[in-house]
């Protein structure tokens, strides 16, 4: 069975290249829109001995959000959404992680958007482990979860001349993390 962390109590840094937070939310109530952001930082801390008091803290800039379609993204950027300018930073701090079954686990913990703080759970399923070319030890997750943007005070919307809205309330979001040991 593979284990979530070292034996011994170690701290992991996001490799930013390899890792990606993406999200998607229904455009129109019959299409799909697609976003990431491209910039986080995240930092992993645990110990395989005590799963239950390991923590994960993930950061990301507002302003790195990327649609495709800049119109759009200064949008969202605005304080029709995340209001950048003040709300510079998402972000995430687990309470509890727990194992579900093996290589995945219950990660639940606080998700802060434009300043507001509300409880989430992500589903995160451990990718691997292995040493790089360089000599440093690395682990990957994946984590998935859907929220209600209007918990989060993601309120703007346009109605529809046919009833519906312009912006659905669900958001996916999906995590891909790529950690490297830091030096001890």
Known sequence: ????????????QVDPVHS????????????????RFAELAATLTG???????????????????????????????????FDADHHPHIRFHSTRISRTRDD?????GALTIRGVTRPITLTVHRGGRARDPWGAERVAYSATTTI?????????????????????????????LELVRAAS
């Open 1 to 12: 069975m593979t284990t979530l962390m070292t034996e011994t109590p170690a701290t992991w």
């Open 20 to 35: 990606h937070v993406e999200f998607s939310v229904r455009h129109l109530m019959i299409a799909t829109v697609r976003g």
């Open 47 to 81: 110990d395989d001995g005590d799963v239950e008091h390991a923590a994960i803290d993930l950061a990301i800039p507002a302003a790195s959000v990327d649609t495709r379609e800049p119109q759009r993204d200064a949008h969202l950027r605005s304080a029709d959404f």
């Open 104 to 108: 995945v686990f219950a990660v639940e």
């Open 148 to 176: 209600s943007r209007k918990d989060f005070g993601l309120n703007w919307n346009q109605v529809l001349e046919t009833g519906g809205v312009l912006v659905g309330d669900e958001v996916t979001i999906s995590i891909d």
